[in-house]
């Protein structure tokens, strides 16, 4: 009997520190990297939740493959973390597989997501290779998951290889190579002989092909 509640022990002690071990290895695989802000300027002044830069700003994260050069920047706290970028002023913002000009900015340290105002936005596309130019007086990034949307009052330009679109609102999945426009759509395909208006359109990237409805075509014939 003595055995049998030994064994039995032993038993339990195993379960308890597998149990401990899955814990311990969920949250180190929850965590997310910890990354290096590095920021040069020429005039900086720190305080507790917040640090103003002005001058000659240029900014550099390796670990989200994103730079940015600007005249003025805060780096603000939320909680005990350095978590959000705001740029009021002209800032030139590269990131990986892509570029963009804008008048004011946002960026947040913790999820690669952000916004840009009043911008032109170049895009490689990964699935044909050609540069997408958006022009946007709102657009919001999500760098982490490589989708972008923007609004313009006026319409949203945006220009790929030989075509040009105009639409009220887009939304751009890169990784799925899919460009939706909403609102107001006027597409222009030269290569297909096609000026097309909609009322909502899908661009599939990788070779252009698309579908639309509510639609008004031209045809050019030769």
Same mark, same amino acid.
């Given at each position: 009997?003595?055995?049998?509640?030994?064994?039995?022990?032993?038993?339990?002690?195993?379960?308890?520190?597998? +149990?401990?071990?899955?814990?311990?290895?969920?949250t180190?695989?929850?965590q997310?990297?910890?990354?290096?802000?590095?920021?040069? /300027?020429?005039?900086?002044?720190?305080?507790?939740? =917040?640090?103003?830069?002005?001058?000659?700003?240029?900014?550099?994260?390796?670990?989200?493959?994103v730079s940015?050069?600007?005249?003025?920047?805060?780096?603000?706290?939320?909680?005990?973390?350095?978590?959000?970028?705001?740029?009021?002023?002209?800032?030139?913002?590269?990131?990986?597989?892509?570029?963009?000009?804008?008048d %004011?900015?946002?960026?947040?340290?913790?999820?690669?997501?952000?916004?840009?105002?009043?911008?032109?936005?170049?895009?490689?596309d990964?699935?044909?290779?050609?540069?997408?130019?958006?022009?946007? $007086?709102?657009?919001?990034? $999500?760098?982490?998951?490589?989708?972008?949307?923007?609004?313009?009052?006026?319409? =949203?330009?945006?220009?790929?290889? $030989?075509?040009?679109?105009?639409?009220?609102?887009?939304?751009y999945?890169?990784?799925?190579?899919?460009?939706?426009?909403?609102? /107001?759509? +006027?597409?222009? $395909?030269?290569?297909?002989g096609? %000026?097309?208006?909609?009322s909502d359109?899908v661009?599939?990237?990788?070779?252009?092909?698309?579908?639309?409805?509510? =639609?008004?075509?031209e045809l050019?014939?030769?």
């Open positions: 009997m003595k055995s049998f509640f030994r064994i039995a022990g032993i038993l339990i002690l195993l379960v308890a520190v597998v +149990v401990v071990l899955t814990s311990q290895t969920t180190a695989t929850t997310k990297k910890s990354k290096t802000v590095r920021v040069s /300027a020429d005039y900086v002044e720190p305080k507790s939740d =917040v640090i103003y830069y002005k001058g000659s700003v240029f900014v550099n994260i390796d670990e989200d493959k940015l050069r600007t005249t003025e920047m805060y780096v603000k706290k939320v909680g005990d973390k350095w978590k959000i970028v705001e740029i009021p002023t002209k800032v030139e913002f590269t990131f990986d597989g892509g570029s963009a000009v804008a %004011k900015m946002t960026y947040d340290l913790d999820n690669k997501t952000g916004a840009l105002t009043n911008s032109t936005v170049t895009i490689i990964t699935k044909s290779n050609e540069k997408i130019i958006i022009i946007t $007086d709102t657009l919001n990034y $999500d760098l982490e998951n490589n989708k972008y949307s923007g609004t313009k009052k006026g319409g =949203v330009n945006i220009t790929k290889g $030989d075509i040009t679109a105009v639409a009220d609102r887009f939304e999945d890169k990784e799925k190579g899919e460009l939706y426009l909403y609102g /107001a759509v +006027v597409i222009n $395909d030269p290569k297909k096609i %000026k097309m208006t909609a359109a661009i599939y990237t990788e070779k252009n092909d698309m579908k639309a409805n509510n =639609v008004s075509i050019k014939v030769d």
